[in-house]
């Protein structure tokens, strides 16, 4: 079956850089946009910003000109790459993909998937 695997969180202070992955893998036909949302403790999870497999990039307005989006299409890979964090980018980021792929029971589907949550902490 598809799964999403994200990686790179961790402890990060005022002004300091981290660059989170989320690789899809399993019985793929296409992986399409690709994205990541966070959720900050006791809040809703929120849009970050996504990419189409063409490198079109959208973001939410708050991350922009600090969070860079890529993808590798032959990894089925995409990277978030966080600079300038601030304490309010603290929250879990999942990253979600719309994939066409096979589905239980064997048959194909396409649906979006989502990652388990990697978390980002700060320092004081």
């Known amino acids: 079956q598809v799964q999403l695997v994200e990686s790179g969180g961790g402890l990060v202070q005022f002004g300091g850089s981290l660059r989170l992955s989320c690789a899809a893998s399993?019985?793929?036909?296409?992986?399409?946009?690709m994205g990541w949302y966070f959720q900050a403790p006791g809040k809703q999870r929120e849009y970050v910003g996504d990419?189409?497999?063409?490198?079109?990039?959208n973001y939410r307005d708050s991350v922009k000109g600090r969070f860079t989006l890529s993808r590798d299409n032959l990894r089925n890979t995409v990277y978030l790459q966080m600079d300038s964090l601030k304490p309010e980018d603290a929250a879990t980021y999942y990253c979600?993909?719309?994939?066409?792929?096979?589905?239980?029971?064997?048959?194909?589907?396409?649906?979006?998937?989502w990652g388990q949550g990697t978390q980002v902490f700060f320092s004081s």
């Open positions: 990419i189409t497999s063409y490198g079109t990039t």
């Open positions: 979600y993909a719309d994939i066409d792929g096979v589905v239980e029971g064997g048959r194909p589907a396409r649906r979006d998937y």
């Open positions: 399993g019985n793929i036909f296409k992986v399409y946009t």
